[in-house]
């Protein structure tokens, strides 16, 4: 694998699955195939999980590994090119990208979508600057579009509670605050729609995400009639994709709050969300505490997947 930023670069999904339990039930298997190679993890934007279990996964491989914060300690970055660069940005992508990859032999990469231009963030044009400079395999950790390294995990955590071979599941719009990113949402579709399940999404009317995302997902704008009889609930907030109200907030409806009446018509269903997570405004504390809930071995196998990611990363060297 050359560089991993959507599902389409892991190949057949039942190859990676068996991949991801060969490394779950021994993760030290590879521990050597890293020797004397170098990950750089750049973070444009705040992290927990995705900067410690990309970490603990190179760490598993016997890598090196140098985190890079770009808004803390080093020089803020201009990334149109033409700009006279007389504001607050002392070095430019163009630059700083060819000088990272000198030390570099992987790089992985957080940028979210900056909701400034929707064509900018819809064409992934920080995380493809990063892979036609540096000179380097890139992987992403959450770029504007997708986060595959959690959706890869989301499958995992599925494939491991399943109990059918075509479970019905349910991604969920819910309320939150704040405008954030259809990068979760997007990949989730992206990988629902190539895995073996019934997948529905519900959401208020103006979160359509874009369906070159939803493929052949069910739309369902109820969410009581969505919930039924799902085997996987998996709640999430984002702001508006289309291009008239792009990154706005319509809606903070906290009856879309997943919580023990939706859960109640449903197939008994796990819970499921990427984390970070607002209590009580995406999902109230009975939920997210139930035995159903899968958050914790979600996040747990986030080691899983970026351990797969970079073996295979390395393996092209
Ligand atoms: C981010 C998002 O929604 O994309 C990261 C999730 C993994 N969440 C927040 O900014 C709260
Ligand atoms: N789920 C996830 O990517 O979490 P972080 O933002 O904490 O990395």
Known sequence: MKNFTSVTDLGPLDQAIKEAFEIRDNRYKYDTLGKNKTLLMLFFNSSLRTRLS??????????????????????????????????????????????????????????????????????????????????????????????????????????????????????????????????????FAEWMNVADCDFVITHPHGYELDASFTGDAVIEYDQMKAFEGADFIYAKNWSAASPEHYGEVLSKDRSWTVGSRQMAVTNNAFFMHCLPVRRNMIVSDDVIESPRSLVIPQAANREISATVVLKRLLENL
């Open 54 to 187: 990309t970490q603990k996964a190179a760490m598993n491989l016997g890598m090196n590994v140098m985190v890079l914060d770009i808004n803390q300690g080093a020089w803020k970055l201009e990334s149109e090119r033409g700009v006279v660069m007389d504001g607050d940005k002392p070095e430019h992508l163009l630059e700083a990208i060819p000088v990272m990859g000198a030390y570099a032999d992987i790089i992985g990469v957080r940028s979210f979508a900056q909701f400034k231009n929707r064509d900018d963030d819809y064409q992934e044009k920080i995380l493809n600057q990063f892979i036609k400079y540096s000179g380097r395999p890139v992987f992403s950790m959450e770029a504007a579009t997708r986060h595959p390294l959690q959706s890869f995990a989301d499958l995992i955590t599925i494939e491991e509670h399943k109990t059918k071979a075509h479970p019905k599941v349910v991604l969920t719009w819910a309320p939150h605050p704040n405008a954030l990113p259809q990068a979760v949402p997007n990949s």
